[in-house]
């Protein structure tokens, strides 16, 4: 039985803002009194996350997915509701729990700008305690993993952003920690650079079996990473389960395209009561329900003259979409 | 636990942010010579014949300015600004989930630079023999050892007291603000820009109250070797360094609940 690392309840975070009215007269009544609303970003969650697991989390932009991460680290201090992580109460920032975790902010960096990221690694293997040995034993693995070994000695301004972001990485996983909670990681990456990261992350999750907590605006990111997504929308929790069972929910149809000898195929097909989607001279498309593919395909085969057909599953992009604009999948 | 603490994590801290300042090396000399507001000081005091009325002779006030030039060189802090800056850019961030206090990062930046700026003040002070020969004085090794320790208490308080200021970001955003407001007293009330002694007798009492005298008058006259009270001096800059360290604990703790991990 694997174990529950990460143990969410309740939780709750708020904001105090400060807002004011456009123009002279809204600053100036800004200026002599100050009007602040509180402004609750997560509202009430809970979920659980086991060891090793990698988990998405997907939503739109100020949907609260990054503030979720930073409670989870115990970078900032939940309003209400109780965090648990591997056993610890991560607001409390005690060094045994700092020694397990790492979040990575892309384009956030912790690399000192004008020295080699080898310093920094050196700082950081002392920070968490680690000898020279050790510290160089570990630089080497996770060069290697990462493939940087030429850039650990070049100023990190002079880095390309993929470099940089490899270092960044290297930098926050020196003290091999369990947890990672990674906020957009491949972050204006270009797409080779993207797919390395996510294979090293996937390595290293395998290796040592590390829990994940990822949130990427990047499709490719979470369907090539994460089993399991959770779904935030204003705030709550919208989804929360298997990634391949949210995207059958909400792509409970496939689309048939039939080529076909000529129009008068086109039309008897369209006659004998599939669903249209479009049609042209000599092609159509049909859709179909997912658990009615093969049934149907063979009616179309045995009976109509067909040319050559195409089964497309709608784009990963345009489902993920709908996930950001819609509340609410159980229902 | 504290020798650990100092061998691998200052020392390390040290080693990079000495090595991090020599790539700013000339940005460093320049802000070793923009420190000379003493010596104009004393051109000030001396072209008026000011120092008649503290019964300082010329040697002994060129001496007292030069050693004020070299303990400002030693004890300048900048603290709230670069927390400042690094709170509202969100560089805070990654600092604050590691197994090390952010703000020995900022010690050690403050301690790399002024190894980095020595050899420039040295150089600073080489030509202010040359402008002055009679003020050349070698101090005894006993006093230059308290003067350094009396230096380093005063760089101690105020990387506190900016320390504390600086925590302030997580409430206002804007704390360098209070940090010029604090910028006013400490000008006038350290001996900056004239010895403690020069002021009247009944606001002297009240200046020696606060931490400002024992940030640069008191190390300055020790290292001068200006009659100064030795023992009173240290012990007041020992106390204000116990009373500034709970502070500052206790403003850190509060503030880091209120951080909201800005542009991050």
């Known amino acids: ?331 | 636990m504290i020798p650990n603490l100092i061998k691998r994590k200052i020392f390390t801290l040290l080693k990079v942010q000495y090595s991090n300042m020599l790539e700013y090396r000339v940005e460093i000399a320049l802000w070793a010579i923009s420190g000379i507001i003493p010596f104009f000081m004393l051109n000030i005091w001396t072209n008026n014949d000011l120092n008649a009325s503290i019964n300082m002779s010329d040697i002994m006030l060129s001496r007292y300015f030069l050693c004020a030039f070299f303990v400002r060189q030693f004890s300048v802090v900048w603290v709230v600004f670069s927390f400042e800056e690094d709170s509202l850019m969100g560089k805070v961030s990654p600092y604050l989930i590691q197994p090390l206090n952010p703000f020995f990062r900022y010690f050690a930046q403050h301690l790399a630079e002024q190894i980095t700026r020595f050899p420039f003040a040295l150089i600073i002070a080489c030509f202010f023999f040359i402008f002055n020969p009679e003020s050349i004085w070698i101090p005894n090794l006993s006093i230059l050892f308290l003067s350094i320790i009396s230096t380093f208490l005063s760089f101690l308080i105020q990387f506190l007291i900016q320390s504390i200021v600086a925590c302030i970001c997580f409430w206002t955003e804007k704390a360098s603000s209070i940090e010029r407001l604090l910028f006013i007293p400490t000008l006038f009330l350290s001996g900056l820009l004239a010895p403690v002694v020069s002021f009247p007798e009944y606001v002297k009492s009240w200046i020696y109250l606060t931490p400002f005298p024992y940030l640069i008058d008191f190390p300055a006259n020790l290292l001068s070797g200006n009659a100064t009270n030795i023992s009173g001096g240290f012990s007041m800059q020992i106390l204000w360094i116990l009373l500034l360290f709970p502070a500052f604990k206790k403003i850190w703790s509060k503030g880091t609940k209120k951080y909201t991990a800005m542009g991050s």
Request: hydrophobic content about 35%.
């Open chain 1, 1 to 331: 039985m694997v174990k529950n690392i990460i143990d969410v309840e309740r939780l709750s975070k708020s904001f105090d803002i400060s807002s004011r009215e456009p123009g002279l007269k809204g600053t100036i009544k800004h200026f002599f009194r100050r009007k602040t609303k509180s402004l609750k970003v997560i509202k009430n969650i809970s979920f659980k996350i086991k060891e090793g697991e990698i988990v998405g989390f997907l939503g739109a932009n100020g949907a609260g997915k990054t503030t979720i991460l930073k409670m989870l680290c115990g970078l900032i201090y939940p309003s209400e509701g109780t965090i648990s992580v591997s056993g610890h109460l991560p607001f409390r920032r005690k060094d045994n729990f700092l020694k397990n975790i790492t979040l990575i902010m892309g384009q956030k960096q912790q690399l000192i700008w004008d020295l080699p990221p080898i310093e920094s690694f050196y700082l950081n293997a002392s920070i968490y305690d680690l000898d020279k040995n050790e510290a160089k034993r570990r630089i080497r693995k996770l060069s290697d993993m990462l493939e940087i070994d030429n850039e650990l000695y070049i100023p990190v301004r002079k880095l390309s952003l993929g470099q940089r972001m490899k270092s960044e990485l290297l930098a926050a996983l020196i003290h091999e920690p369990n947890i990672l909670f990674l906020d957009e990681p491949t972050l204006g990456l270009d797409i080779n650079a993207q797919r390395n990261l996510r294979k090293f992350l996937q390595k290293y999750n395998e290796e040592t079996n590390a829990t994940i907590c990822l949130t990427s605006h990047y499709m490719k990111d979470i369907t090539s990473l994460c089993k399991r997504v959770i779904c935030v929308h204003n705030g709550s929790i919208s989804y929360d389960g298997k990634l391949d069972l949210l995207l059958k929910k909400l792509t409970p149809v496939k689309e048939i395209l039939l080529v076909c000898h000529s129009e008068k195929d086109v039309l008897q097909i369209e006659n004998s009561g599939f669903t249209v989607k479009n049609k042209t001279k000599n092609e159509i498309t049909i859709k179909v329900k997912n658990n009615s593919i093969t049934s149907s395909l063979k009616t179309i085969l045995n009976n109509f003259d067909i040319e050559d057909l195409y089964i497309n599953e709608p784009p990963i992009d345009e489902i993920i979409g709908k996930i950001l604009i819609k509340k609410d999948y159980d229902t």
